[in-house]
């Protein structure tokens, strides 16, 4: 299945938002796409393609996995299945979200179970559509993003976007944390990782339409991986392209590890090799009320040579 936008933001750099639906790519986009595992039995749902721009030569493939069968509930395992959601479809019956709920407009992945005619999502929290983390023998859901998968293209990430981010802290415990692989091969356990709270590290807004109930929800989060990079890693002493070297890799992969960990997949920059993307003036749907922003635009990204 191939669908979405993308769009060149400066030279080496793409942004592409998985909110909005794409009605003049080779395909006509629909507000709403899933792909589902094999059967009950899959830990992975079959492969979405992303558009990039053409002078890229390839295009961004998505996939969803979960790490077991057992999520805690009975009758599992359910199928997985990822879903992408775009502005025009909020009233589709997708369980609890209302017309006003932006948030989770992005991708998402869950074990399906069916309630009459009504989709819905099995999690360690409740029915939801988000990528979720179950915590200890339960299943952790995440995404993994590559480019031209089968040439192992390298690339890096420089800003993630995630929706539907809640509170650093619930109950005392730490809510809503993702972890990044990258940099290996994730079948023999050689991938690199880091950790880190949305709400803490990211550059949150609210939606307008929130209910009350959701004063402390509900966010929508812009990660600098750069920035994150460079104060975990380097001690915040770190040049661009020692960041770039550090984190070039064939495929990155998002993933909801703890019990409250629950959030969906909004956006992201991506850095690739000069001279494959060209400049060229762009113009998106911001997200976030322009979270993209956070000083990145008008500087040129390159292929940064090894320091």
């Not at 390839?58 to 069968?69: D, E, K, M, N, V």
């Not at 983390?133 to 031209?148: A, P, R, T």
Request: net charge negative.
């Amino acid at each position: 299945m191939v669908f979405g936008l993308s769009f060149p933001a400066f030279a080496g750099a793409i942004l592409s938002d998985f909110t909005i639906a794409n009605p003049n790519g080779p395909i006509a986009d629909s507000t709403y796409q899933q792909v589902s595992g094999a059967d009950n039995n899959s830990l992975s749902t079959a492969l979405m393609t992303f558009y990039l721009p053409p002078s890229v030569g390839a295009h961004l493939t998505i996939q969803g996995f979960r790490s077991s069968l057992v999520d805690g509930y009975s009758n599992a395992p359910y199928p997985i299945v990822m879903t992408r959601r775009t502005v025009a479809n909020e009233l589709l019956p997708l369980g609890p979200i209302g017309p006003n709920h932006t948030d989770n407009r992005g991708i998402n992945l869950c074990s399906v179970y069916n309630v009459g005619s009504t989709f819905n999502c099995r999690g360690e929290q409740n029915s939801t559509t988000a990528v979720n983390g179950g915590g200890g023998d339960y299943q952790d859901e995440s995404i993994k993003f590559s480019i031209d998968q089968a040439n192992n293209f390298l690339f890096a990430v420089q800003l993630f976007t995630f929706g539907d981010v809640g509170p650093a802290v619930v109950n005392d415990q730490p809510n809503d944390n993702a972890r990044m692989y990258f940099g290996g091969n994730e079948f023999t356990n050689t991938e690199m990782f880091i950790d880190f709270n949305i709400r803490t590290v990211g550059t949150c807004v609210e939606y307008l339409a929130k209910p009350l109930l959701l004063v402390e929800e509900d966010r929508t989060c812009t990660v600098d991986i750069y920035n994150l990079v460079n104060a975990q890693i380097f001690d915040g002493d770190a040049s661009e392209a020692d960041i770039y070297n550090y984190l070039e890799s064939d495929y990155f992969r998002f993933a909801a590890i703890g019990g409250q960990d629950d959030w969906y997949i909004r956006g992201a920059q991506w850095i690739v090799p000069d001279p494959v993307v060209v400049p060229e003036p762009a113009s998106m749907t911001l997200l976030g009320a322009g979270l993209f922003g956070l000083g990145y635009f008008g500087k040129r990204r390159t292929r940064y040579a090894n320091a």
